[in-house]
């Protein structure tokens, strides 16, 4: 299928290519642009995740730590997550969040829209594989409960990414653990309370045989936005695909793909208690 209409995160800047300072950038508010950054390690690096009422962020940043073992071992790189306050407009009093041990990795998170969880990806030792999906209560001083990994139906023994809420219970994330289309595909399930149900692969109208990182729906539009590397020499690009609709704009047309239909449908159940805590 041509795709006739890309919005090239190069292009206009919205990505930022940064070999070294792998922090997640202020989130910018241009209409239907995912923004995010590059990251020479990690490729598509997504923005901060800001509570609704715009007094709260999330961030990862990664830096490099000399290991546990080993006087002589080669530093390694260590994702870290972080929070800051919106103070008179500008963003303050950062702190590191305690989600997961002393040299595991912690990145990509996505705060629900109560504000009151925290869902993001960890290496930590427990998960299923390498990087899992994990949930933190967030208290109300702010600080996060017990880190509990959302377990099978949404984790593997492969790599689980860019954990993203739409519409406040639909968590989409990328994945490279089950039989997909090619690299990360993207996959969705619904999340409510303490439940959650089996994750869907998003089709291949939406995923394809690259990495397909994230996504955002504006179903008031019938527009899905992803983020890929599927273009030329793997750069990573916004893809624009229109769904359920006629091609009045020029866009790739998909109708919406039936496990699309099936995730933001599909009556929940309960997810595993399976948790780590620091002691």
Known sequence: MTRSLIYSLLTIGILICNENANAQMDKDLLP????????????YVPSMTITK???????????????????????????????????????????????????AS?????VSDDGKRLFFASNMRGSFGKYDIYVAEIKSDGSLGVSKNLGPKVNTKEDELYPNLYNGTLLFFASEGRDGYGGLDLYATQVVLNTLTPSVNLGDRINSDRDDYAIQLTPEKGLGFVVSNRGQNHTISQYTVAYGRANKNNHDIAQRDANLETAMNTTVQEYTSTSFEDK
């Open 32 to 43: 239907h642009v995912m923004d995010g950054n590059l990251s020479t390690i990690d490729g």
């Open 106 to 110: 912690a990145k990509h998170p996505t």
């Open 53 to 103: 009422d715009g007094q709260t962020a999330y961030f990862s940043k990664a830096t490099y730590q000399k290991p546990l073992y080993g006087v002589f071992s080669k530093k390694e790189l260590i994702h870290e997550i972080y929070r800051v306050e919106n103070v008179d407009g500008e963003w303050k009093n950062m702190t590191k969040m305690e989600v997961c041990p002393k040299y």
